[in-house]
């Protein structure tokens, strides 16, 4: 069974810059779309940023400009660049993917990192 680990996470003062990875653990074929999620205490968990299976990327519009999401099939990897950050950014950070491997097409979560940001 294929599970996302996430890292990356952590405190960082605002302006900052942090980068989340989402590395799947046992041997697939391809990354397919990708999605990041957020989740603040108290509010609903929200898109972030997502990118297509054809690299079409979109993000939340207070995050354009400021966060990049990307894939590494030869990794095995997903990224969330973020720089620029803001208090309002603190949330508990998910990925989503949808992953080709030997169990075929399948869609996964990762178990979410903190990011905090704060002086």
């Known amino acids: 069974q294929v599970q996302l680990v996430e890292s990356g996470g952590g405190l960082v003062q605002p302006g900052g810059s942090l980068t989340l990875s989402c590395a799947a653990s046992?041997?697939?074929?391809?990354?397919?779309?990708v999605r990041w999620y957020r989740q603040a205490p108290g509010k609903q968990r929200e898109l972030v940023a997502a990118?297509?299976?054809?690299?079409?990327?979109s993000y939340l519009d207070s995050v354009k400009g400021r966060f990049t999401i990307s894939r590494d099939n030869a990794k095995k990897t997903m990224y969330l660049q973020m720089s620029s950050l803001k208090p309002e950014d603190t949330a508990v950070y998910y990925c989503?993917?949808?992953?080709?491997?030997?169990?075929?097409?399948?869609?996964?979560w990762g178990q979410g990192t903190q990011v905090t940001v704060s002086s």
């Open positions: 990118i297509s299976s054809d690299d079409n990327t």
């Open positions: 989503n993917a949808e992953l080709t491997s030997w169990s075929g097409r399948n869609e996964y």
């Open positions: 046992r041997s697939i074929f391809m990354i397919n779309a």
